[in-house]
């Protein structure tokens, strides 16, 4: 069964904290992506990797840090240095469909801090 | 950079009744454009993807169509059903990166 699978589903940590969300894959995508969702602000891109021991910055990518040490698996570690880390947090691939790049998501990891 | 902007934010219509939301993106240098749906507390759910030479693309009752050169897309529901209760994004692609709108958070009455 080919899919995205982020864990946990709810996490809770105490200001502080450093804590690591995964995120794997078996659809054998060479990108992934790391996505934050608060209400009302859409999708912002945290961090991108295109392939394995390669990853880019995103525009909101100050108090996180990622890793590519495997092509399935990208996982996004929220440091105490982000300010404001309560949110929902998506992972995503990206494939090269022969004319257009496509993207699929997982289910998505809750964060709350307190 | 690119922006893109949804219109309605939210929208709220009776069951049975045809809808149009809206997509509009600030450069036209796209390889494509994605429809998603998203449910609560849930992941992104792929509903329809254009390719930047394409006009339009169907799926069921969903019709979504692309207008490169002016920067819109719109998202066509017919016959709309309280199952059809969620927010409904899009996003476009430079090949890199995807850009997403903020969503229209769409209630089918019942």
């Known amino acids: 069964d080919g899919g995205i699978t982020q864990s946990p589903k709810y996490l809770f940590r105490k200001e502080g904290q450093n804590v690591t969300l995964s995120c794997e894959q078996n659809l054998n995508h060479d990108a992934m992506y790391w996505y934050r969702q608060d209400p009302g602000q859409g999708l912002r891109l945290i961090y991108y990797?295109?392939?394995?021991?390669?990853?880019q910055k995103g525009d909101i990518a100050e108090g996180y840090s990622v890793s590519r040490e495997k092509k399935e698996s990208f996982p996004l570690t929220v440091t105490s240095a982000q300010k404001n880390p309560t949110a929902f947090y998506l992972c995503a691939t990206k494939t090269w469909q022969g004319a257009y790049y496509e993207q699929y998501f997982g289910p998505g990891t809750r964060l709350t801090v307190t | 950079k690119q922006e893109v902007t949804q219109i309605p934010a939210a929208l709220s219509v009776p069951e049975g009744e045809n809808l149009v939301l809206n997509c509009s993106f600030t450069?036209?240098?796209?390889?494509?454009l994605q429809w998603f749906r998203q449910d609560p507390g849930k992941g992104l759910t792929s509903l329809l993807l254009i390719q930047s030479s394409q006009r339009e693309q169907t799926s069921g009752r969903l019709n979504a169509s692309l207008d490169k050169s002016s920067g819109r897309s719109t998202l066509y529901i017919a016959a709309s059903q309280p199952g059809d209760s969620a927010t409904y994004l899009c996003a476009v692609s430079n090949g890199n990166q995807f850009y997403f709108g903020t969503g229209t958070s769409l209630t089918v009455i019942p």
């Open positions: 990797s295109q392939i394995v021991n390669d990853f």
């Open positions: 450069d036209s240098a796209i390889y494509n």
